[in-house]
């Protein structure tokens, strides 16, 4: 289970060749990877199709189909069939308090995104908008609040807010966070980001539904995040890292650091993964290939406490 801001992606929101092949060498093995995202299914989107067209890259278990993915900070389990989004499950917050929090959220003059599923709605395009249209290659839809709230009542709640302020301004962010009405939770995806959904929806609640569903169990995941927002799913994962990068907690939380973000952390990580199952296949031939004896013993000793390959 990995995010992909700050984790999968580097700091100009690129997936790097070398990521997507030790992502497809995972994969062929027989490897979910999974991403878990604040950003919603379209913004999602762009990243889940460079990976399933990374080097032999193979598909989930429907033809045609994409791995399941996590979106909108764990509100939408969905994937893309054919190209169409496909809700595997879906927890959108309350209507009323919403409606309640964006009101706060433009009197205290915070840019408001407005999710649901592939809408994205925003009552005015300013600096901070056109910056996350860039980095999500999404539009949005721009719409006066009055409408936005009259709209939104015959659609139903969103799968999350987004409020953003200045760096300088975080203080307002904060505000409206202990402010929360009942039936809504929020978390910090960025300092600047306050990420809003259902009381109880986070990546976290979303994963351990998805492996329940899977009949899976928490050793047989690995998580690696930065984000405090993160944290969910470390609660419920065998194994966690985060990559150098990560908040100062996110890096205490894990079991294990990673190079940055912008230096391979995945890749690096994923191709140690791969060389430690390739050294525990070649232990358990039987004795006597004296070649795969010395390759497998050469493997086992650069296990997890040594640096990652380069």
Excluded at 240 to 254: I, Y
Aim: glycine fraction near 8%; aromatic fraction near 4%; hydrophobic fraction near 45%.
């Amino acid at each position: 289970m990995c995010d992909v801001d700050g984790t999968l992606l580097t700091s100009d929101h690129r997936v790097t060749a070398r990521t997507l092949e030790a992502v497809a060498a995972a994969q062929a093995l027989g490897v979910e990877v999974m991403l878990a995202s604040s950003r919603a299914p379209g913004a999602l989107r762009p990243v889940v199709e460079a990976l399933d067209d990374g080097p032999s890259a193979v598909g989930g278990a429907v033809v045609g189909a994409s791995p399941p993915f996590i979106s909108s900070q764990g509100a939408l389990l969905g994937c893309y069939v054919n190209g169409e989004l496909e809700v595997l499950g879906h927890r959108p917050a309350p209507l009323d308090a919403a409606h309640a929090m964006i009101a706060a959220a433009y009197a205290n003059q915070v840019s408001i995104g407005w999710y649901r599923l592939d809408d994205w709605l925003v009552p005015e395009l300013n600096d901070a908008i056109e910056r996350e249209a860039t980095i999500t290659h999404t539009q949005p839809t721009v719409i006066a609040l009055r409408d936005l709230i009259e709209q939104t009542r015959r659609s139903g709640g969103p799968d999350k807010l987004m409020f953003i302020s200045d760096l300088d301004a975080i203080d307002r962010l904060e505000a409206l966070a202990a402010g929360m009405p009942a039936g809504l939770q929020a978390q910090f995806s960025n300092p600047n980001y306050l990420e809003i959904t259902a009381a109880g929806v986070d990546k976290g609640s979303t994963l351990r539904a998805h492996l329940t569903t899977q009949g899976l169990t928490r050793s047989e995941v690995l998580c690696v995040g930065d984000g405090p927002n993160d944290l969910g799913m470390f609660a419920i994962a065998g194994l966690t890292a985060a990559p150098a990068n990560a908040r100062p907690q996110v890096l205490a939380a894990a079991d294990l650091a990673v190079t940055a973000n912008d230096e391979d952390g995945i890749a690096r990580l994923l191709e140690l993964l791969i060389q430690i199952h390739t050294a525990s296949t070649l232990a358990q031939r039987p004795a006597g290939d004296d070649h795969d004896r010395r390759h497998s013993q050469h493997a086992r000793a650069n296990d997890g406490r040594r640096p990652l390959p380069r």
